[in-house]
T-cell receptor
Framework: NAGVTQTPKFQVLKTGQSMTLQCAQD?????MYWYRQDPGMGLRLIYY???????DKGEVPNGYNVSRLNKREFSLRLESAAPSQTSVYFC?????????FGDGTRLSIL | EDKVVQSPLSLVVHEGDTVTLNCSYE??????LLWYKQEKKAPTFLFML????IEKKSGRLSSILDKKELSSILNITATQTGDSAIYLC????????????FGQGTTLQVKP
């Protein structure tokens, strides 16, 4: 029962470096989501994909891009990392509700 | 602007106590309200409340949706140290996309 798998689990970047966070789900879900979690701010939606072939911006999309590679995979890219992007990133997937979450990627930008 | 607010932001209790966590929302298109528990890693689903299912219970946990007051409560009775976690409230605002708006979370610490 893999569910939602995120890689890597931890990453440290320097300001200006680029990075792609990977997410894969094995539940045949149509919808996938990327969130970031900062202390005291709950989860904020970055981008989502309601179905294969579509992506849309969430609440905080600036500085990020996404690719829905196929039904299983949804990646998040930081083109030029900034210290403000230091956060824990969660990927989720769903057929309807509830959403199922991965274990997160802890990303630090120095 | 759609908004979900949780209170209190943090809470410390002793084992055996009963706690009530609050969630209020202002959204243009309410579809459902969900509660999640987050320990060290991924949030895990607890309950989903809708207009047709305003009360849910599982063991020591229960939740009620008040559509008139635009709010929900999560009750935990006879708390245990294993209940220590962040509790997240989220509101689904679109049936087409499944988008959720999350509150800030309530951090619960249960002391032995």
């Amino acid at each position: 029962n893999a569910g939602v798998t995120q890689t890597p689990k931890f990453q440290v970047l320097k300001t200006g470096q680029s990075m792609t966070l990977q997410c894969a789900q094995d539940m045949n879900h149509n919808s996938m989501y990327w969130y970031r979690q900062d202390p005291g701010m709950g989860l904020r939606l970055i981008y989502y994909s309601a179905s294969e072939g579509t992506t849309d911006k969430g609440e905080v999309p600036n500085g990020y891009n996404v690719s829905r590679l196929n039904k299983r995979e949804f990646s998040l890219r930081l083109e030029s990392a900034a210290p403000s992007q230091t956060s824990v990133y969660f990927c989720a997937s769903s057929a309807d509700q509830p959403q199922h979450f991965g274990d997160g990627t802890r990303l630090s930008i120095l | 602007e759609d908004k979900v607010v949780q209170s209190p932001l943090s809470l410390v209790v002793h084992e055996g106590d009963t706690v009530t966590l609050n969630c209020s929302y202002e959204v243009t298109n309410f579809r459902s309200l969900l509660w999640y528990k987050q320990e060290k890693k991924a949030p895990t689903f607890l309950f989903m409340l809708t207009s047709s299912g305003i009360e849910k219970k599982s063991g020591r946990l229960s939740s009620i949706l008040d559509k008139k007051e635009l709010s929900s409560i999560l009750n935990i009775t006879a708390t245990q140290t294993g209940d220590s976690a962040i509790y997240l409230c989220a509101v689904e605002i679109s049936s087409n996309t499944g988008k959720l708006i999350f509150g800030q979370g309530t951090t619960l610490q249960v002391k032995p």
